[in-house]
C-alpha cells in the first residue's frame, strides 16, 4: 500500500526553474551554431554546451532534495516509473520528430544521409525510442552519436544512468561517502580538463582538448567524458542536497 501514496510535490525553487530554461535556450542555440560552424572554436557561443553539465548540477541536486526523505513511502520502481512518466514522452516525441526531418538534415555535414534507406531510418528510430545507447555500427548520420535522429538526447541517457545510480547505489550512501566520492571525481575532472591520459583513450579528441566536451558516443574516450561530467557534478549536488 504504501507503494502507492500520492507523494505531494515539494515546494519549488522559481530560480532554478528560471535557470533551467535559460540553459535550454544557450544548448539549442549551442547546437544551431555548431551545426553551421562545424564544432569549431569560433562559433559565436561556444561555451554553451557547459549549459549541460549546469543540467547535471540540477539533476543530483533535485533528485537528492526531492526523493531522500520519501523512501519509507516509495519503491524503488515507482521512482524508475515517475522519472519515465517525467522525461520519456519528450524522449519519444523528440525522436520520431528527427525521423520526420531527417532527409530535410542532407548536407555535407551529415555525409551518411543521402545513403540511408528508409527501413534503416525507422529501426534506428525504434531503438533510440528505448534510450539504450545506439552502436556505432548503426550510424545514419555519421557523427558517431547515441541517437543520430535527436543528438542531444546523449544527456538523457546519462541523466537515465544517474536517476538508475541513485535509487541502487548513492541513496545508500553515507554524507561522508559522498564526500570521498566528490573528491575523487572532482581529481577525474582535473585529469580530464589537462588532458591527462592516464587511461590512453584520449589521443583522438585533440579537438576538444582541456575541455569537458563529449560523452555522446559509445567510444571509449567518449564515455570516460561522460562518467566524468555526470559524476562529477551529480555527485556534488546530491552531498549537498543530502545534507
Not at 535559460?22 to 547546437?31: K, N
Not at 546519462?158 to 561522508?176: D, Q
Request: aromatic share 16%; charged share 10%.
Amino acid at each position: 500500500m504504501s507503494n502507492n501514496i500520492y507523494l505531494a510535490s515539494k515546494p519549488r525553487y522559481e530560480i532554478l526553474d528560471g535557470l533551467r530554461g535559460v540553459a535550454a535556450v544557450l544548448v539549442v542555440a549551442y547546437h544551431l551554431f555548431e551545426t553551421y560552424y562545424g564544432g569549431s572554436a569560433d562559433q559565436p557561443i561556444n561555451h554553451g554546451y557547459l549549459a549541460v553539465d549546469f543540467f547535471f548540477v540540477l539533476s543530483g541536486f533535485v533528485i537528492g532534495y526531492a526523493y531522500d526523505d520519501r523512501w519509507d513511502k516509495m519503491s524503488t520502481w515507482s521512482l524508475f516509473k515517475r522519472r519515465l512518466i517525467r522525461l520519456h514522452p519528450m524522449v519519444i516525441f523528440g525522436t520520431l520528430f528527427g525521423a520526420l526531418m531527417f532527409y530535410f538534415g542532407s548536407c555535407s555535414t551529415f555525409p551518411l544521409i543521402n545513403n540511408t534507406p528508409w527501413y534503416m531510418v525507422v529501426l534506428v528510430m525504434l531503438w533510440c525510442f528505448t534510450m539504450v545507447p545506439l552502436p556505432s555500427g548503426m550510424d545514419i548520420r555519421g557523427w558517431g552519436e547515441t541517437n543520430p535522429l535527436n543528438g542531444p538526447a546523449w544527456s538523457l541517457q546519462w541523466e537515465y544512468l544517474a536517476n538508475i545510480l541513485y535509487a541502487l547505489v548513492i541513496r545508500h550512501f553515507s554524507k561522508l561517502l559522498l564526500g570521498i566520492c566528490v573528491a575523487i571525481f572532482a581529481v577525474f575532472t582535473i585529469i580530464l580538463c589537462l588532458n591527462i591520459d592516464i587511461f590512453g583513450v584520449l589521443a583522438e579528441r585533440s579537438y576538444a582538448a582541456y575541455t569537458v566536451i563529449g560523452g555522446w558516443s559509445t567510444t571509449p574516450d567518449q564515455l570516460q567524458i561522460g562518467f566524468t561530467r555526470l559524476l562529477s557534478l551529480l555527485l556534488r549536488s546530491a552531498y549537498l542536497a543530502h545534507g
